[in-house]
C-alpha cells in the first residue's frame, strides 16, 4: 500500500486560507493512517471552498461542493477523515446513519432534520465563540456582582453620603472590597457559601415535548413555550466557585446578540457545514424493486432534493443546502454504488475506495496517531502513578492477532485493536493504584498469556473478542 506521509508540516494553529491541499493531508496524517486517496479528496474538496470564497458573488454562487463517496469496510477511517477535516476547517458537522431513515414507516425518519441537526451545531459553535468573545467583561461584571453579594453597598443600609462621617465610610467600604477582591481573585473565598439570583435552566420537561417529533415540522418548542412563561430568575445558595461558573453563564448571554449569531451560524452552516452519510449502501435498492428495497429507493429519492440543494426550514430559520458538502460511505459488500438510483449517484462525482489494512498500517495505528490507542492508555494509567510500556514485540503480536481474528471472524478494521487492548490491560487497568510494581511492562509473552487462548478458542472469541 502506497502511504503518504505528506512533504509539508503546517504550523501550529496555521491559517486555514494558507494551508495547501498537501499540507490539509499532512493534518490529516497525525490521526489517520494510509488511505491517501481519500485523504487528497476531502483535501481538495476543503481547498476548493477556501478558493470558492474568493469569488466574485456571482460565480461563487454556481461552484457547487464536489460531494465525495467513499467505499471502504467497517474500521478503515471513513469517519475519522471526516470528522477530522471539520475540526481543521472549524465547519460545523455531524455524522449520520442512512439505515435511521427506514427505521419507522415507510420512509423513515424526515431527512431534513439533519440539515436541523447541522444548523444546531452550528449554532452552538458560533455561541461558543462569542461566549469567549465577550468573556473578559463578563468575568469583570461578575467579579462585581460578587463582591456586591459579600459586601453590600452602604445605600443597602440606609446610609447617606449626607450623613456625618460619609467620606470615612465610604473610603472604609472602599478598603474592604479591594480586600474581598484580591481574596477573590486568589480563590480564597471559593468555598464560602452566598445567596445568588440566577436563571432558571429547567426546561427537562419542555426537552422531552419537543423531543417527541416537534423537531420533524421545525417547531421550537422551547422557544414557543418561552414566550408563555418568560425565564425567570431563582434564589439558590452556592459556593462562590459554584456561583462564579453560573452567573459568567447569565453574563455571557446577556452580552451577546443571538439574532446576529443565528445569522452568522446560518452562513456558516451553508457555506462551511460537512454531513457524513453513513451506511448509504444500506439504502441502495435497484429501479423497479419490490419489497424493502421499494422502501430504501423512498429514501433515495428524499435524500437528492437535499443533496441537489434545497431549503429547509429550522427553528433559526431557512437554510440553504446548496453548498453544504456530502460525504457519503458504506461497505458495498451486497450492493454496489451502481444500485444507487441514477440521480443520486450523479450528486457524488468523487469516488475513492479505501483500502483494506494490513498488519503494518495496524501497527502504526496502535503507536502513530496522536490520540493512538497506547498514548490514551498510558496517559489514563499515569494519573495513578503506573508507567506503562510496550515493547516493539509486542506491538507486532497485538496486530498480528488484530488481523486474525478480522480474517476469520468478521472484519472490523482498526475497532478490533479496543477490544484486543482493552482485554489485555484489563487486570492492570482493575488494579490501577493498588499496583505496588508501578512500571508495567508489556511484551510479546504478556500478550500471548492474555489472549492466544482467546485467539485460538474459534466458538470464545466470537463473544469475548
Same mark, same amino acid.
Given at each position: 500500500?502506497?502511504?503518504?506521509?505528506?512533504?509539508?508540516?503546517?504550523?501550529?494553529? #496555521?491559517? +486555514?486560507?494558507?494551508?495547501?491541499?498537501?499540507?490539509?493531508?499532512?493534518?490529516?496524517?497525525?490521526?489517520?493512517? /494510509?488511505?491517501?486517496?481519500?485523504?487528497? #479528496?476531502?483535501?481538495?474538496?476543503?481547498?476548493?471552498?477556501?478558493?470558492?470564497?474568493?469569488?466574485?458573488?456571482?460565480?461563487?454562487?454556481?461552484?457547487?461542493?464536489?460531494?465525495?463517496?467513499?467505499?471502504?469496510?467497517?474500521?478503515?477511517?471513513?469517519?475519522?477523515?471526516?470528522?477530522?477535516?471539520?475540526?481543521?476547517?472549524?465547519?460545523?458537522?455531524?455524522?449520520?446513519?442512512?439505515?435511521?431513515?427506514?427505521?419507522?414507516?415507510?420512509?423513515?425518519?424526515?431527512?431534513?432534520?439533519?440539515?436541523?441537526?447541522?444548523?444546531?451545531?452550528?449554532?452552538?459553535?458560533?455561541?461558543?465563540?462569542?461566549?469567549?468573545?465577550?468573556?473578559?467583561?463578563?468575568?469583570?461584571?461578575?467579579? $462585581?456582582?460578587?463582591?456586591?453579594?459579600?459586601?453590600?453597598?452602604?445605600?443597602?443600609?440606609?446610609?447617606?453620603?449626607?450623613?456625618? /462621617?460619609?467620606?470615612?465610610?465610604?473610603?472604609?467600604?472602599?478598603?474592604?472590597?479591594?480586600?474581598?477582591?484580591?481574596?477573590?481573585?486568589?480563590?480564597?473565598?471559593?468555598?464560602?457559601?452566598?445567596?445568588?439570583?440566577?436563571?432558571?435552566?429547567?426546561?427537562?420537561?419542555?426537552?422531552?415535548?419537543?423531543?417527541?417529533?416537534?423537531?420533524?415540522?421545525?417547531?421550537?418548542?422551547?422557544?414557543?413555550?418561552?414566550?408563555?412563561?418568560?425565564?425567570?430568575?431563582?434564589?439558590?445558595?452556592?459556593?462562590?466557585?459554584?456561583?462564579?461558573?453560573?452567573?459568567?453563564?447569565?453574563e455571557q448571554e446577556g452580552l451577546?446578540?443571538?439574532?446576529?449569531?443565528?445569522?452568522?451560524?446560518?452562513?456558516?452552516?451553508?457555506?462551511? /457545514?460537512?454531513?457524513?452519510?453513513?451506511?448509504?449502501?444500506?439504502?441502495?435498492?435497484?429501479?423497479?424493486?419490490?419489497?424493502?428495497?421499494?422502501?430504501?429507493?423512498?429514501?433515495?429519492?428524499?435524500?437528492l432534493p437535499i443533496v441537489e440543494?434545497?431549503?429547509?426550514?429550522?427553528?433559526?430559520?431557512?437554510?440553504?443546502?446548496?453548498?453544504?458538502?456530502?460525504? #457519503?460511505?458504506?461497505?458495498?459488500?451486497?450492493?454496489?454504488?451502481?444500485?444507487?438510483?441514477?440521480?443520486? =449517484?450523479?450528486?457524488?462525482?468523487?469516488?475513492?475506495?479505501?483500502?483494506?489494512?494490513?498488519?503494518?498500517?495496524?501497527?502504526?495505528?496502535?503507536?502513530?496517531?496522536?490520540?493512538?490507542?497506547?498514548? =490514551?492508555?498510558? #496517559?489514563?494509567?499515569?494519573?495513578?502513578?503506573?508507567?506503562?510500556?510496550?515493547?516493539?514485540?509486542?506491538?507486532?503480536?497485538?496486530? $498480528?492477532?488484530?488481523?486474525?481474528?478480522?480474517?476469520?471472524?468478521?472484519?472490523?478494521?482498526?475497532?478490533? +485493536?479496543?477490544?484486543?487492548?482493552?482485554?489485555?490491560?484489563?487486570?492492570?487497568?482493575?488494579?490501577?493504584?493498588?499496583?505496588?510494581?508501578?512500571? =508495567?511492562?508489556?511484551?510479546?509473552?504478556?500478550?500471548?498469556?492474555?489472549?492466544?487462548?482467546?485467539?485460538?478458542?474459534?466458538? +470464545?472469541? =466470537?463473544?469475548?473478542?
Amino acid at each position: 500500500m502506497a502511504i503518504y506521509l505528506g512533504g509539508e508540516t503546517p504550523p501550529a494553529k #496555521a491559517n +486555514l486560507d494558507d494551508l495547501t491541499p498537501r499540507q490539509i493531508v499532512a493534518e490529516l496524517d497525525k490521526y489517520v493512517v /494510509g488511505q491517501n486517496a481519500a485523504k487528497k #479528496a476531502v483535501a481538495v474538496a476543503l481547498r476548493n471552498r477556501i478558493r470558492r470564497q474568493k469569488l466574485p458573488a456571482e460565480i461563487a454562487e454556481d461552484v457547487l461542493p464536489k460531494n465525495i463517496l467513499m467505499i471502504g469496510t467497517t474500521g478503515v477511517g471513513k469517519t475519522e477523515i471526516a470528522r477530522r477535516l471539520a475540526r481543521l476547517a472549524n465547519s460545523p458537522f455531524i455524522k449520520i446513519e442512512a439505515s435511521k431513515f427506514t427505521e419507522v414507516g415507510y420512509v423513515g425518519r424526515d431527512v431534513e432534520s439533519m440539515i436541523r441537526e447541522l444548523t444546531d451545531v452550528g449554532v452552538d459553535m458560533v455561541k461558543q465563540a462569542a461566549f469567549e468573545d465577550v468573556r473578559p467583561r463578563a468575568e469583570q461584571n461578575v467579579e $462585581e456582582k460578587l463582591l456586591d453579594i459579600l459586601l453590600p453597598p452602604p445605600s443597602n443600609y440606609g446610609f447617606s453620603p449626607d450623613d456625618e /462621617g460619609s467620606e470615612e465610610k465610604t473610603r472604609s467600604h472602599e478598603r474592604t472590597r479591594e480586600k474581598l477582591r484580591d481574596q477573590l481573585k486568589r480563590g480564597e473565598l471559593d468555598d464560602r457559601l452566598v445567596d445568588v439570583e440566577t436563571q432558571d435552566r429547567s426546561t427537562a420537561t419542555i426537552d422531552f415535548i419537543s423531543g417527541q417529533g416537534m423537531e420533524e415540522m421545525g417547531v421550537n418548542l422551547r422557544d414557543m413555550m418561552g414566550n408563555m412563561f418568560p425565564s425567570k430568575t431563582v434564589s439558590r445558595k452556592l459556593t462562590i466557585a459554584e456561583a462564579r461558573k453560573s452567573l459568567l453563564r447569565d453574563e455571557q448571554e446577556g452580552l451577546i446578540d443571538m439574532e446576529q449569531i443565528t445569522r452568522r451560524a446560518i452562513e456558516k452552516t451553508e457555506n462551511s /457545514g460537512i454531513i457524513f452519510l453513513d451506511e448509504i449502501d444500506k439504502v441502495a435498492g435497484r429501479e423497479g424493486a419490490s419489497g424493502p428495497d421499494v422502501s430504501r429507493e423512498g429514501v433515495q429519492r428524499d435524500l437528492l432534493p437535499i443533496v441537489e440543494g434545497t431549503n429547509v426550514n429550522t427553528k433559526y430559520g431557512m437554510v440553504s443546502t446548496d453548498h453544504i458538502l456530502f460525504i #457519503a460511505a458504506g461497505a458495498f459488500h451486497v450492493s454496489k454504488p451502481s444500485d444507487l438510483i441514477p440521480e443520486l =449517484q450523479g450528486r457524488f462525482p468523487i469516488r475513492v475506495e479505501l483500502e483494506a489494512l494490513t498488519i503494518d498500517d495496524l501497527k502504526r495505528i496502535l503507536v502513530q496517531p496522536k490520540n493512538s490507542l497506547i498514548k =490514551q492508555y498510558q #496517559a489514563l494509567l499515569e494519573t495513578e502513578g503506573i508507567h506503562l510500556t510496550f515493547t516493539e514485540d509486542a506491538i507486532d503480536k497485538l496486530a $498480528e492477532m488484530t488481523e486474525e481474528i478480522n480474517k476469520s471472524t468478521e472484519n472490523i478494521g482498526a475497532r478490533r +485493536l479496543h477490544t484486543l487492548v482493552e482485554k489485555l490491560l484489563e487486570e492492570i487497568s482493575f488494579l490501577g493504584s493498588e499496583l505496588e510494581q508501578k512500571h =508495567q511492562k508489556i511484551d510479546a509473552n504478556y500478550v500471548e498469556e492474555r489472549l492466544t487462548v482467546l485467539v485460538e478458542d474459534r466458538n +470464545l472469541r =466470537q463473544y469475548i473478542l
